[in-house]
């Protein structure tokens, strides 16, 4: 399948993870992987992937947040409204669910380890990469308005893996957590350019925020205050966003409203495969 390239081309090598297979709408029963290992169970995850989102969706459409899109916000604002819900309660004053693992708790309670931090970019990359290459091909035209944004992170990540191993640590190749996300994202993409963009934004959009509380973070306690090139953006940071919100809402003025909940439907997801990659940093 495609997204094997992806993965080659990532330059890393990994073995094949141990996948179990979970049906997702709009995608091949081939898609919905999670490792059999992972402490997201399969019943939990389709539990959250639907239950609760679909209780936020509705609630966004409703109430989609301070202004929505009748004060001009567009489509996103509803994205940042279902998305802060899920946030757990140490995590955000908006999040509504339970810290339930370690990786949930609010980032000054981590304990990041070098050795997990190291494994978290290696994955954290192989993601990027696919989102990047997927973009770049641009399965569906909306794709394209999302190139050279300058939130692209394949290449910072890159010059912050070699610049560990010119220190001497090993780097490895990606892992579950990686692998299955990024065969997800490519599958996805190339069916469902709603369900999408959903991940492209929480990804994105994530580490501006949350990602800049880990930099710091793990700069202080395991870096010896060396600032990664992950972290860094080539110009304001704030415009560049601003201007990836405005494509985004330029983008969903074309979808109806069962493409924008489809979308928002998928947040969930988006938020549980991230935090499997995430909880790379506390192993």
Not at 34 to 44: F, G, N, Q, T
Not at 45 to 59: E, M, P
Not at 257 to 266: A, T
Request: aromatic share 10%.
């Amino acid at each position: 399948m495609a997204s094997l390239v992806l993965i080659t081309q990532s330059r890393f090598h990994f073995q094949k993870p141990n996948l179990s297979i979970v049906s997702s709408p709009n995608v091949s029963s081939s898609v919905g992987i999670i490792p059999k290992d992972s402490p997201c169970s399969r019943a939990r995850f389709l539990k959250l992937a639907s239950k609760v989102t679909r209780n936020v969706v509705v609630s966004a459409e409703k109430h989609p947040g301070p202004g929505g899109e009748s004060k001009g916000k567009g489509f996103l604002e509803e994205m940042r409204f279902v998305a802060m819900k899920l946030h757990t309660r140490e995590q955000a004053a908006e999040g509504e669910m339970e810290a339930k693992a370690p990786e949930e708790q609010r980032v000054e309670k981590w304990e990041p380890t070098l050795d997990g931090y190291l494994k978290f970019l290696v994955n954290a990359k192989l993601v990027y990469d696919t989102l990047e290459e997927i973009i770049e091909e641009a399965a569906f035209p909306s794709y394209a308005e999302f190139r050279n944004s300058g939130l692209e992170r394949s290449e910072k990540l890159a010059r912050d893996l070699e610049w560990f191993r010119e220190k001497g640590c090993a780097v490895g190749g990606p892992s579950a957590p990686g692998v299955t996300y990024a065969h997800y994202l490519k599958q996805l993409s190339d069916k469902d350019p709603q369900a999408f963009i959903c991940h492209f934004y929480n990804v994105y959009f994530a580490n501006s925020a949350g990602g800049r509380i880990i930099s710091k973070k793990v700069t202080r306690e395991i870096l010896d205050n060396k600032e990664l090139e992950f972290y860094k953006y080539d110009a304001d940071l704030s415009q560049l966003l601003q201007t990836m919100r405005d494509k985004l809402n330029k983008v969903a003025e074309n979808w109806s409203r069962d493409d924008k909940n489809r979308c928002l439907e998928e947040t969930q997801k988006s938020f549980q495969f991230y935090r499997n990659i995430l909880r790379l940093i506390l192993s």
